[in-house]
Structure formats: C-alpha cells, structure tokens
C-alpha cells in the first residue's frame, strides 16, 4: 500500500474522530434533549462518515477492487439520522418536555403541540 493511501487514510480516521468526540462531548454537555440532539445527529454523523471512508479506502486498496459496503452503510446512516432526530424532537414536543428559557423559537412550540398529524387531518375533511 503506497504512503499516500495510508496518509489519506489516517487523514480520514483523524478528521472522524474529531467528530465523534465533538459530538459525544455536546452529548453529555448540552443542557436540554433540543439542544442535545445536535450531538449526534450532525457531529457524530460526520465523524462515522469520515470512519467509514478510511475503512472504504483501507478495504479497496487490500481487496483490488472497490468496497462498496462502507459506501451503503454512509448513505443510510445519513439518510435515517435526520429522520430519528426529527421523530425524538417530536416526542419531546408531545411529551411536553421543557426548553431551556433561552432557547429561541418557544413561541412555535405551543403551535407544534397543538397541530393535528397530517392523518388526522385528511379523516376531518
């Protein structure tokens, strides 16, 4: 394995790892589950993703042929973690969970724990 591949590698590994702590450490620092959610669905992400590419790069260069089982592992785990935020920030507004008084944007919360699902909409009509 040529010193590039493995300096692009290492590169990669780096940049994830970052990312990862970063988004464990606003994980564990942040002080309501809004806030809170930032941590893994934007850091922690990005840090896999780095992850997963160094381990797609390191697997083509031994195999001789391109790894294409770390690239479909990337493309869902950013398709589904903006979803399960969404789904637990839902939750928390359903379950009536409190923000932080300085968060910004409280004066929609009331309107979201109010608002029908869109299903229960198209049954009124």
Not at 15 to 38: C, E, K, M
Not at 58 to 68: C, H, K, M, R
Not at 103 to 121: F, S
């Amino acid at each position: 394995m040529s010193i590039y591949i493995e300096v692009l590698i290492s590169v990669f590994l780096l940049i994830g790892g970052v990312f990862l702590l970063i988004g464990s450490i606003g994980l564990a620092r942040l002080p309501d589950i809004f806030t809170r959610l930032h941590g893994p669905t934007k850091a922690t992400t990005l840090g896999i993703t780095g992850i997963l590419l160094s381990s797609m790069l390191y697997q083509s260069f031994n195999q001789g042929t391109l790894s294409v089982a770390e690239l479909l592992i990337t493309l869902f785990l950013l398709i589904t973690a903006p979803v399960a935020a969404n789904m637990v920030a839902k939750s928390a507004l359903h379950r009536e969970n409190p923000p932080l008084p300085r968060t910004t944007g409280q004066d929609l919360i009331p309107k979201a724990r109010e608002r029908k699902p869109a299903d229960a909409v198209e049954e009124d009509a």
